[in-house]
């Protein structure tokens, strides 16, 4: 049976219309990716109805940003700045971003699809901005990067949403307040969040047609090839059956919004329902954001705003209420260890001091919490001049440094002694040491050999290893001295007792001793 192939190419002619601000010189044409549909990094999501709904709130509101120069000496754009002032009225946050264009009536605004960094397609709202030329410096940041990171930024009191049961934010009401430019170094909650300069010009639209025709063709070809061959199709027989399942697998493929190009697998080689069943787990996979999106789930506002919740500001009374101290802690900015803070004080003098702490941040419940002390740090303003000669001084000494480093691993590399040979040197060492020892030891025992069998000095033998060689000496001194000394006390001996009479006698008894008696004994 004859099979129809239907030929022509479905192209889509636009007819462009120039704006009469593209060829302006005051001003620079950029394209905003503004948000997109579905669920962002902020843990919120954006229906495609909301976003319809806000498209009237972009007509006049600023494109915004904060030039600051970076660690590498160059200006570009930081994020949403804001300052705490603090003065006899109290204190206010101030917004110190400043505004380098605006979005114009004519804005274009409209919903594109793309493939972001992370290879999801998703929907985005864009619109036209024009940028002024008289701030020089946003321009030139401009045509050297070509494009830059884009937040939007919402009126507050315009907002309105719940939390689903996932804890996801669901915004129903919203209006747009400005659109903040990012620097290099800010991460968009919108993945894919962008404002880049566009110039209109003939032959990059041509290029752009031409693209769009040779994938259209592609589109075309495989679709045909597909129908023809990969599907069994019979061409010269049974129309039933081949056209129904090349349609059926074609729509299929539609209905999740894949391409040919984008499978990875041979569709002839499964069933329609397996089709279906691998289609439905790709689609889940694409859409539903991985364990590495989780990690990059938290923005550098976010992380701020976890920092600034931190900080707690300190207000000490008196007795009677009234204030004596006021402290306030501003966040400057940060890095994975510190983050440095501006201190204003209150006393009720005011001094403004300026310092780090040590945090930890908990990516799962997007908390900070301080883990060090304050260290007071000293801000130097430089010149230019003066700061390049303070970089290249500072590269001087870390090229230095690393120059004597490398010198150093050559020293060790060609004269260093091999481990095992140190371990040799150490094991020789000890045992000579060990060997010294206990011959001083021998020597001072051999001296006291009068003492062997001696109770304490034996015990002092086993204990010989903690005490100096002249200790040991003087112990085994004193050992021998008590063993030597003999403490006897002498028994006191009986004396006799010689009882002399001395009774006065008659003459008659006078003896031969009794002139001595007369003598020297006076009665």
């Known amino acids: 049976m004859e099979v129809n192939i239907n030929t022509s190419l479905p192209v889509t002619f636009e007819e462009i219309k120039t704006p009469d601000y593209i060829n302006d010189d005051r001003f620079m044409c950029a394209k905003v990716w503004v948000c997109h549909t ?21 007509v006049g509101i600023p494109i915004v940003g904060y030039i600051e120069v970076d660690n590498t000496n160059e200006e570009d754009f930081a994020g949403h700045e804001e300052r705490i002032i603090i003065d006899n009225d109290g204190v206010k946050v101030e917004y110190v971003g400043r505004g380098y264009g605006c979005v114009i009536e004519s804005n274009n605004a409209k919903f594109e699809t793309k493939i972001c960094e992370d290879g999801i397609e998703r929907e985005f ?5 024009l940028l002024w030329k008289q701030f020089e410096n946003c321009i030139d940041i401009f045509n050297r990067d070509g494009q830059k990171g884009h937040s939007m930024e919402l009126h507050p009191s315009s907002i309105e949403g719940y939390l689903d049961k996932n804890k996801v934010f669901n915004f129903t009401k919203a209006k747009f307040r400005a659109l903040c430019i990012l620097g290099d170094s800010k991460n968009p909650a919108m993945i894919g969040g962008l404002i880049e300069k566009f110039e209109l010009n003939f032959a ?4 752009t047609i031409l693209t769009e025709i040779n994938e259209s063709i592609k589109q075309f070809s495989l679709q045909n090839q597909t129908k023809n061959n990969e599907f069994g199709l019979d061409i010269n027989n049974n129309k039933e059956g081949g056209n129904d399942i090349v349609d059926k697998k074609l729509e299929l493929i539609a209905k999740y919004n894949f391409t040919l ?19 439905q787990e790709l689609s889940e996979n694409h859409n539903e954001p991985s364990d590495t999106d989780v990690l990059f789930s938290t923005t550098y506002n976010q992380k701020r705003e976890a920092l600034s919740n931190a900080l707690d500001p300190k207000i000490e009374k008196d ?11 501003w966040v400057e900015d940060f890095d994975d260890t510190y983050v440095y803070v501006e201190k204003n004080i209150w006393t009720p003098e005011y001094d403004c001091i300026h ?9 799962t419940t997007i908390t900070a919490t301080i883990t060090g002390e304050f260290e007071k740090m000293i801000l130097v303003r430089l010149t230019e001049e003066e700061n390049k000669k303070l970089q290249d001084e ?26 095992t040979e140190v371990e040799s040197l150490k094991e020789f060492q000890t045992k ?33 290893s903690e005490y100096e060689i002249d200790a040991l000496e003087k112990e085994c001194f004193a050992i021998l001295g008590k063993k030597s000394a003999k403490f006897t006390t002498r028994t006191p001996s009986n004396k006799t007792k010689v009882k002399i009479a001395f009774t006065k006698t008659s003459d008659d008894n006078v003896g031969e001793f009794d002139d001595l008696f007369n003598k020297h004994i006076k009665l």
């Open 38 to 58: 579905g669920k962002n990094l902020n843990n919120s999501i954006f229906s495609k109805d909301t976003i319809t709904e806000m498209i009237p709130s972009l």
């Open 125 to 129: 709202l864009t619109c036209e901005v």
């Open 204 to 207: 990059t639209q041509f290029e």
């Open 261 to 279: 190009e984008q499978l990875d697998f041979n569709v002839e080689e499964i069933t329609f329902e397996d089709l279906d069943a691998k289609l």
């Open 319 to 329: 007795a009677d209420g009234k204030v004596t101290y006021e402290e306030y802690l």
């Open 355 to 363: 310092g780090r702490y040590t945090y930890t941040f908990d990516e």
């Open 394 to 419: 500072r590269n001087g000494v870390t090229e230095q440094f690393e120059k004597l480093k490398g010198e150093f691993e050559e020293y060790k590399t060609i004269y260093s002694t091999p481990n």
């Open 432 to 464: 000579k040491l060990q060997d010294e020892r206990d011959i001083a030891e021998t020597e001072v025992f051999e001296k006291f050999s009068e003492l062997e069998g001696n109770e304490e000095f034996e015990t002092l033998k086993s204990k010989a």
